[in-house]
């Protein structure tokens, strides 16, 4: 099983940046297909960006050309650097790990684009 917990969130002007990191511990972190999923008030959670174990990516429209996900395997952390962010981009962003069709989540962090 492993454990994730979300950092880097807070309150940005619309134009800035923001890098998320996930730190995974309890496991051994390369074997794990990782994302971002954000979710808004009043609406469903949604993919933001995956990566999987092979480097392979895929982002959702609405993000592709500003947001990056990457991983470090030797620090046990996935990072989604967000570039050009928009008011649209304010939610609670959250960490997925999945392995063998099990999904594990953080707890969250919130990203609010404001001025």
């Known amino acids: 099983q492993v454990q994730l917990v979300e950092s880097g969130g807070g309150l940005v002007q619309p134009g800035g940046s923001l890098r998320l990191s996930c730190a995974a511990s309890?496991?051994?972190?390369?074997?794990?297909?990782m994302g971002w999923y954000r979710q808004a008030p009043g609406t469903q959670r949604e993919l933001v960006a995956r990566?999987?174990?092979?480097?392979?990516?895929n982002y959702a429209d609405s993000v592709k050309g500003r947001f990056i996900i990457f991983r470090n395997n030797s620090r046990n952390t996935v990072y989604l650097q967000m570039n050009s962010l928009k008011a649209d981009d304010t939610a609670v962003y959250y960490c997925?790990?999945?392995?063998?069709?099990?999904?594990?989540w953080g707890q969250g962090t919130q990203v609010t684009v404001s001025s």
């Open positions: 997925n790990a999945i392995l063998l069709g099990t999904a594990y």
């Open positions: 309890g496991t051994r972190f390369s074997i794990y297909n």
């Open positions: 990566l999987d174990t092979g480097g392979r990516t």
